[in-house]
């Protein structure tokens, strides 16, 4: 059976279509799969999709991942393949598994939670012409009825799960409005970073916070509620896969919600089978303040950790509670305490913060920049706008209080570094550009930066102005010139223009 497999985000790394391809062709299926790399609020062009519609002619099954900020491309892509071709096709992902009834409007078919053992019984029945309307996990539309089915388990044991498909030979990449059949080259082009391997060791989040899907996913398998941990023997198998297979992999990114689920005795094991095998830089993502520990840390240096993403989101107890997000500023400041022990091997110490929440005080936000003022430099801070994702409980308070006017432009459209332009978002700008290289404002100028009356008077501003003034912005153009003179080498117009736009907007603030 020939399936195609559609990918419209941004980068090509797509660890579920990967994972996906990988499974069917444990089957024996014939799988192609196209990355239509696009920004999400562009459109795609008709002759892009035209390319598309050529390549999937003889396709028995379509297949289309995607998030919300993706559903109008998915919409365009899959308008076009109907308007030329007679093939199912099916939707995958967060967006789908949350809102299937909608998904509905467009695709035939909707995959609901993991995909891996539902698309595999999906391709098996429809090769052998049986009826497979009954699969767990998936959702159709019949005759204008929707037919929802029991939800399939999560996958538990993961080491069941093949590897990532990265074997090109039936992948092609879109470049430049053109799609282009895959080649080593092309790939090393594209690939995350242009060297580095993503992967996840675990699936799942021991949180629920309010703002995210996991938030949803949690209330979806209530009896699913932990984190489900790759065993480390097949996670070091993948990553020897990997090097042999991508020799200009040059370090790996453990994307994973919560990397520090694993106790003592697993990141030892870890830690001496990848100096042993793997010997590469790496980076952890998903770090919280209630899940760090210091040993783990310094046997995870000692194996080449040289980067860590630390979710703090807010320092305001009251914004705390609202997140759901349970632990103390203390915390926070041991933990990037113990951090800044490493600096010398730690290269890269970023921290989230979410802006733009609508039911923040003032005094909110001044509470999260006094707590940014007392953590050690260099750190660098993942600035994001609260969007109101599908059916969290958070949108599910914005819709009841009319924060949500039209879903399509504040939400599916929303770009999450789009922040307003308030003077208190422009101190978080600051604080960015002084942290990032290693320069401090400190909890004295702080206080006179925020303070009420002073800001009432305008003097406070007087002292950012002063303060922008003598920052150091070179690295901030060095860094902007670094990445737009990779992707003229790439050829890659559509991330200088993400990078420029995006650089533009911080100069804004």
């Not at 989040?205 to 949803?216: A, D, G, K, L, R």
């Not at 480390?232 to 992999?249: G, S, T």
């Not at 989230?352 to 039911?359: C, G, R, S, V």
Request: aromatic letters at 12%; glycine letters at 4%.
């Amino acid at each position: 059976m020939k399936i195609t497999l559609i990918s419209p985000y941004e980068e090509i790394y797509a660890l579920g279509i990967r994972i996906l391809s990988s499974c069917l062709k444990k089957e024996g299926h014939n799988i192609q799969v196209i990355f239509l790399r696009n920004c999400f609020y562009d459109r795609y062009k008709d002759k892009t999709l035209n390319e598309v519609v050529e390549l999937s002619r003889g396709t028995d099954l379509i297949g289309i991942s995607l998030m919300t900020n993706l559903f109008e491309n998915a919409v365009q892509i899959t308008q076009m393949l109907k308007k030329n071709l007679s093939v199912p096709i099916l939707w995958g992902g967060i967006h789908p598994t949350i809102r299937p009834e909608e998904c509905l409007d467009y695709a035939d078919m909707v995959c609901i939670g993991e995909g891996e053992e539902t698309l595999v019984e999906l391709a098996r029945k429809m090769e052998n012409g049986a009826d497979f309307y009954n699969i767990q996990g998936m959702c159709f539309k019949e005759k204008g009825k929707v037919i929802k089915n029991k939800l399939r388990p999560l996958i538990r044991n993961l080491d069941s799960v093949p590897f990532l498909d990265y074997s090109y030979e039936n992948h092609y990449i879109l470049v430049d409005g053109h799609i282009l059949k895959a080649d080593e080259d092309l790939l090393k082009k594209y690939f995350w970073s242009h060297s580095a391997y993503p992967i996840l060791a675990t699936r799942g989040c021991p949180f629920s916070c309010t703002y995210c899907c996991n938030n949803t996913i949690n209330e979806m398998w209530p009896e699913h509620k932990f984190v489900r941990k790759r065993s480390i023997e097949n996670i070091i198998r993948e990553l020897i896969e990997a090097k042999n297979n991508l020799p200009f992999i040059e370090n790996i990114i453990f994307d994973d919600d919560a990397f520090f689920v694993y106790n003592e005795e697993e990141i030892g094991e870890f830690c001496t089978k990848y100096k042993k095998n793997i010997g590469l830089p790496f980076t952890i993502g998903g770090i919280t303040p209630t899940t760090f520990d210091r040993e783990k840390l310094l046997l995870l240096v000692d194996a080449g950790l040289i980067g860590v993403r630390i979710g703090i989101q807010t320092g305001s107890e009251r914004t705390k509670r609202m997140y759901k997000r349970y632990y103390s500023n203390e915390q926070v400041e041991e933990v990037a305490k113990k951090l800044n022990e490493f600096k010398d091997k730690i290269k890269v110490i970023g921290y989230d913060i979410i802006l733009d929440n609508p039911w923040e005080k003032d005094e909110d936000l001044v509470e999260t920049l006094m707590l940014l003022s007392k953590l050690p430099r260099p750190y660098f801070l993942n600035l994001y706008s609260l969007t109101f994702y599908p059916e969290t409980e958070l949108y599910k308070l914005a819709k009841n209080e009319g924060l949500i006017s039209d879903e399509t432009k504040d939400i599916k459209k929303k770009w999450m570094y789009d922040f307003k332009k308030s003077y208190l978002n422009k101190l978080f700008i600051l604080v960015n550009e002084y942290a990032s290289v290693g320069s401090k404002i400190s909890s004295k100028q702080m206080r006179l930066l925020t303070d009420r009356k002073l800001r009432k008077l305008k003097l406070s501003y007087l002292l950012y102005i002063v303060l922008k003034i003598k920052v150091n912005r070179i690295p901030w153009i060095k860094d902007l010139l670094r990445k737009v003179l990779n992707e003229v080498k790439r050829g890659d117009l559509s991330k200088i223009s993400f990078n420029i736009k995006r650089f533009l907007r911080y100069k804004r603030l």
